[in-house]
């Protein structure tokens, strides 16, 4: 059984590199333009169910990609970056090097946000719930940080050994059995249509 992680297309805020977390963005013209890419991709894997987060930019590329009636989980959201949300990773990084670089290697939490222990045991317990709810490949539409999230709690990938996740991009792990304690194997990783971004905000 696969479990496929589709990013959502670039929006707005990624545009002007802010942070979003738990706020919203719609999409871009381009973002537009890279869910729309992906769908063929998406037709050749033909995944058996499907599972979106609830926030606004997921649900938009649900839509473009063809399941815009598919479930949706706030469990799979993106990690709530507290009082970071909104603010551009650009101006982070000029006034906190140190402690933007704590946060993105899960060691610093900004002030009402969410850790990441707290954030990879929420989405690896909800992306595991989907998996033994049915069978066949299933299909997440979810957030780069998700994505990472993922790769860490059930490969043990660190962030930090991660290219950034590019928007309308695919990351696949393949479950020989989901109930089984053997990790996954990482089947692809940042597959897409565009060419991968270096430095993408969340």
Same mark, same amino acid.
């Given at each position: 059984?696969? !479990?496929?992680?589709?990013? &959502?297309?670039e929006t !707005?805020? @990624?545009?002007?590199?802010?942070?979003?977390? /738990?706020d919203? =963005?719609?999409?871009?013209?381009?973002?537009?333009?890279?869910a729309?890419?992906?769908?063929?991709?998406?037709?050749?894997?033909?995944?058996a169910?499907? +599972?979106?987060?609830d926030?606004?930019?997921?649900?938009?590329?649900?839509?473009?990609?063809? /399941?815009?009636?598919?479930?949706?989980?706030?469990?799979?959201?993106?990690?709530?970056?507290?009082?970071?949300?909104?603010?551009?990773?650009?101006?982070?990084?000029?006034?906190?090097?140190? #402690?933007?670089?704590?946060?993105?290697?899960?060691?610093?939490?900004?002030?009402?946000?969410? %850790?990441?222990?707290?954030?990879? =045991?929420?989405?690896?317990?909800?992306? =595991?719930?989907?998996?033994?709810?049915?069978?066949?490949? #299933?299909?997440?539409? +979810? /957030?780069?940080? +998700?994505?990472?999230?993922?790769?860490?709690?059930?490969?043990?990938?660190?962030?930090? &050994?991660?290219?950034?996740v590019t928007?309308? /991009? #695919?990351t696949?792990?393949?479950?020989?059995?989901?109930?089984?304690?053997?990790?996954?194997?990482?089947?692809?990783? @940042?597959?897409?249509?565009?060419?991968?971004? %270096?430095?993408?905000?969340?």
């Amino acid at each position: 059984m696969r !479990l496929i992680l589709l990013r &959502h297309g670039e929006t !707005l805020w @990624n545009a002007e590199k802010r942070l979003q977390g /738990h706020d919203n =963005s719609p999409l871009s013209p381009r973002g537009i333009e890279q869910a729309r890419a992906i769908v063929p991709r998406l037709g050749a894997l033909s995944p058996a169910r499907v +599972v979106t987060s609830d926030l606004g930019r997921v649900r938009q590329t649900a839509e473009i990609v063809g /399941h815009a009636d598919a479930p949706s989980d706030d469990r799979l959201r993106e990690l709530d970056m507290g009082e970071w949300t909104g603010l551009r990773k650009d101006v982070l990084i000029a006034e906190k090097a140190e #402690l933007y670089g704590a946060w993105r290697a899960g060691r610093y939490t900004p002030a009402g946000g969410e %850790t990441w222990d707290g954030f990879v =045991s929420r989405i690896t317990s909800a992306l =595991s719930d989907w998996l033994y709810a049915g069978q066949g490949d #299933l299909l997440a539409i +979810v /957030h780069s940080g +998700v994505v990472r999230a993922a790769c860490f709690g059930f490969l043990g990938l660190k962030p930090a &050994h991660l290219l950034p996740v590019t928007p309308g /991009h #695919l990351t696949i792990l393949d479950f020989e059995d989901v109930r089984d304690a053997a990790p996954p194997r990482l089947e692809a990783y @940042n597959l897409g249509e565009f060419a991968p971004d %270096t430095d993408v905000a969340d």
